[in-house]
């Protein structure tokens, strides 16, 4: 009975709710793509940066689809929020370098050796993936917000305490660059 009520028989209709579902995703997909091309190809900082903030908003869209939505959650909080927005201002306050034109130190062998480590690495990747025999694991706990919020305090205190220092050190980060400003 499980099995017949999660496949659909039939490719779902483009303005049905399975059919929307599946724009979404794509469109959370792309959103992923296109923040990385734009955060790796653009010639300007603060363009990179809205690259890399669009690109972790699409992953926590992703992380939405995963049924996690706390981590979804936490990565909208912190590294869209937090990091993101750290990146910025580090950024904007640190001293101008001289006229220097980007890709003065860069070879011509630099591209090709890069798409060739990462075809490896995906090679690699989607060769493990497809021989890995993946178990599915009995879901412990509800999941809900009440049993999170609890483990996260009881058995798992010291992850609590390791995200708040990060965030603790991001924020002391950010006023040691703000008290210096540009020198």
């Not at 011509?108 to 060769?127: H, Q």
């Not at 809900?144 to 798992?156: A, E, P, Q, V």
Request: aromatic share 10%; net charge positive.
């Amino acid at each position: 009975m499980h099995a017949a009520l999660c496949q659909a028989a039939t490719n779902p209709a483009l303005f049905s709710a399975e059919g929307f579902v599946g724009l979404v995703f794509w469109a959370t997909i792309g959103l992923i793509v296109a923040g990385a091309f734009v955060a790796t190809t653009a010639t300007r900082l603060v363009r990179c940066i809205a690259g890399l903030a669009v690109c972790f908003t699409g992953v926590a869209g992703a992380y939405y689809f995963l049924l996690a939505p706390f981590v979804a959650m936490m990565q909208m909080l912190i590294y869209v929020g937090a990091v993101s927005i750290l990146i910025a201002f580090a950024i904007m306050m640190a001293a101008p370098e001289e006229a220097d034109t980007p890709g003065k130190n860069i070879t011509r062998f630099s591209g090709p050796l890069g798409l060739t480590i990462a075809g490896m690495v995906f090679a690699a990747l989607t060769l493990m993936a497809l021989s890995t025999d993946w178990r599915v694991f009995p879901r412990t706990g509800s999941g809900d917000m009440h049993h999170l919020g609890t483990i996260l305090l009881t058995s798992h205190s010291l992850v609590f305490e390791l995200v708040s220092i990060l965030l603790l050190v991001a924020i002391i980060g950010a006023l040691v660059i703000a008290r210096r400003g540009r020198r």
